[in-house]
Antibody
């Protein structure tokens, strides 16, 4: 079964740090781009960050650039989001999501901006004093 | 990175058809064919319903369809069913190498 399982959420004070993890199973993790998407309480979805399949290219929303770092360990089938200088408006449920792919062989592609076809259950981050 | 514009709510009766619009600018949504639609039931993770403007992932009923004209993408649900009641979000790739979501539309099945 294709599955993503987030962990690492919790309560943190403003200015603090937290690292989220997303364990992947049931698919060849190393060949898919991935993203983090968050949802503040009662609000809509917001894309946070994306990373290429190999991990060499990363992308961020302006609201988190310079504070958050996305990374992946393909040997552990795990995606990460290091969050520093946390603010109250970072409070949200954080989802990791797998990007679709297209093509095969030398035409194979998976970009973070493709449709996100597998989502985790989310992990809650609360930034409050 | 302004959100794509969606109506806050739409409603329809069982069996009817509804359309949700998603309007962007030429630098997001309108300029690319990487438009996706997601369905989210309360307390659940989003589910991909449409990708690349008009393609359905396997398992998504053909009652769901997508299209785009100019800077506006649309999701149409025909033959509305009670289980279609949910929040729907569009998303698109942007010219600044980011992904932007719409504000979301709450679908009520009357």
């Amino acid at each position: 079964e294709v599955q993503l399982l987030e962990s690492g959420g919790g309560l943190v004070q403003p200015g603090g740090s937290l690292r989220l993890s997303c364990a992947a199973s049931g698919f060849t993790f190393t060949t898919y781009a991935m993203s983090w998407v968050r949802q503040a309480p009662g609000k809509g979805l917001k894309w946070v960050s994306g990373i290429s399949a190999g991990g060499g290219s990363t992308y961020y929303a302006d609201s988190v650039k310079g504070r958050f770092t996305i990374s992946r360990d393909n040997s552990k089938n795990t995606l990460y989001l290091q969050m520093n200088s946390l603010r109250a408006d970072d409070t949200a449920v954080y989802y990791c999501a797998k990007a679709q792919s297209s093509g095969s062989g030398s035409y194979y592609r998976s970009f973070y901006y493709y449709g996100m076809d597998v989502w985790g259950q989310g992990t809650t981050v609360t930034v409050s004093s | 990175q302004s959100a794509l514009t969606q109506p806050a709510s739409v409603s329809g009766s069982p069996g009817q058809s509804i359309t949700i619009s998603c309007t962007g600018t030429s630098s997001d949504g309108g300029g690319y064919n990487y438009v996706s639609w997601y369905q989210q039931h309360p307390g659940k993770a989003p589910k991909l319903m449409i990708y690349d403007v008009s393609y359905r992932p396997s398992g998504v009923p053909d009652r769901f369809s997508g299209s785009k004209s100019g800077n506006t993408a649309s999701l149409t649900i025909s033959g509305l069913q009670a289980e279609d009641e949910a929040d729907y979000y569009c998303s698109s790739y942007t010219s600044t190498n980011t992904v932007v979501f719409g504000g979301g539309t709450k679908l009520t099945v009357l």
